[in-house]
């Protein structure tokens, strides 16, 4: 009876771009996520940036299409150095959310810290410590794994959702996977739940 109250999900993370865009889609049910696949989409041969656009815009559509995620999981806005750059990111953002809402999927934003901190416990970490712990937590086999980072990228922001999902807001205001781990007693030494998994990750890192 319990198993019927499970909730289930599909989680499209996109991590947006006018050159190459990151997507993945994670199921989930309870405290267990699996990949359904993740990978990059490069536009760069499209030619001008309006076309690139659309093809993504048209690309996250069929996928929805197909795979009917339950939640659109995106990076949200930036800050950049360069203003150009940080325009032609929000335009790619604003047409991955309108794929979503074109069908009707809701949408989450996660900051890239938000992102960083719940995979990694390091809101400054690298791309590369990212993947590396998604690797980790999902048991990604090294062959698997995608050249292109903006595919981690999006998987992560995928997996942040998916830990949002699961936080108990109650324990002591734990904020983070790592700090409820901290406060939480853990019930057996093999780490079970994604807390406990980044907690046993972050202190192999260490």
Not at 60 to 68: A, E, G, K, V
Not at 127 to 139: G, N
């Amino acid at each position: 009876m319990q198993d019927k109250l499970v909730k289930e999900h599909v989680i499209l993370g996109v991590d947006p771009g006018t050159i190459c865009m990151g997507y993945a889609l994670l199921h989930t049910s309870g405290q267990h996520a699996e990949i359904i696949t993740f990978d990059a989409l490069d536009v760069h041969k499209e030619g001008e940036q309006y076309a690139r656009l659309q093809k993504e815009f048209f690309f996250l559509q069929d996928l929805i299409d197909r795979y009917h995620p339950t939640c659109l999981a995106i990076e949200s806005q930036f800050v950049d150095k360069n203003p150009q750059t940080m325009i032609k990111i929000v335009h790619a953002q604003g047409v991955a959310i309108a794929a979503a809402l074109s069908r009707d999927v809701p949408v989450q934003e996660y900051s890239p810290m938000k992102v960083k901190m719940a995979i990694t416990g390091n809101g400054h970490a690298t791309k590369e410590q990212v993947a590396d712990m998604l690797q980790r937590f999902l048991h990604i086999l090294p062959e698997q794994m995608p050249k292109k980072l903006d595919a981690t990228d999006a998987l992560g922001i995928a997996y942040c959702h998916f830990l949002q999902l699961g936080l108990p807001v109650s324990e002591g205001g734990a904020k983070t996977w790592t700090a409820f781990a901290h406060k939480k007693e853990l019930a057996s030494d093999a780490p079970t739940t994604p807390n406990q998994k980044l907690l046993a990750a972050l202190q192999q890192k260490k």
